[in-house]
Nanobody, 124 residues
Framework: QVQLVESGGGLVQAGGSLRLSCAAS????????MGWFRQAPGKEREFVAV????????DYADSVKGRFTISRDSAKNTVYLQMDSLKPEDTAGYYCAATMARISLFSPQVYDYWGQGTEVTVSS
C-alpha cells in the first residue's frame, strides 16, 4: 500500500502562484510514476502532469505547459506541483496519484493510489 497526502492548496488571485506537495509513504518504489490530476465541479478528472520517479522524465497537459512544473524530492518521498500564472479555469480539486504503469499515464484509470485532494481556487 502507498499513502499519498496532498497539501498547499488555497485561494489565489489570477496571475498568482501556488505550490502543491504530495507526500508519499508506505511501500514507495522508484518504479512508480507520480501524477497530478484535477477535477472541477461537474467535470471529469483530467490529467495535469506526471513525473517518473526514476529518471525524472516529465509530461504535461497542454493547458498547463509552460505554467506548471512537476518535480520530486527523493529524500523526502515528496512530489511537487509548482503552479504559476494561475487562471480562473485552473480552479479545481487537485489530486496526486501513483502508478507502476509505464504507458497511458495520462489516464486516471491506470493509477492505483490516490490522495484525498487539495482545493485550488483562482479568483479573477
Amino acid at each position: 500500500q502507498v499513502q499519498l497526502v496532498e497539501s498547499g492548496g488555497g485561494l489565489v488571485q489570477a496571475g498568482g502562484s501556488l505550490r502543491l506537495s504530495c507526500a508519499a509513504s508506505g511501500r514507495t518504489s522508484s518504479s512508480y510514476a507520480m501524477g497530478w490530476f484535477r477535477q472541477a465541479p461537474g467535470k471529469e478528472r483530467e490529467f495535469v502532469a506526471v513525473i517518473r520517479w526514476s529518471g525524472g522524465h516529465t509530461d504535461y497537459a497542454d493547458s498547463v505547459k509552460g505554467r506548471f512544473t512537476i518535480s520530486r524530492d527523493s529524500a523526502k518521498n515528496t512530489v511537487y506541483l509548482q503552479m504559476d500564472s494561475l487562471k480562473p479555469e485552473d480552479t479545481a480539486g487537485y489530486y496526486c496519484a501513483a502508478t507502476m504503469a509505464r504507458i497511458s499515464l495520462f489516464s486516471p484509470q491506470v493509477y492505483d493510489y490516490w490522495g484525498q485532494g487539495t482545493e485550488v481556487t483562482v479568483s479573477s
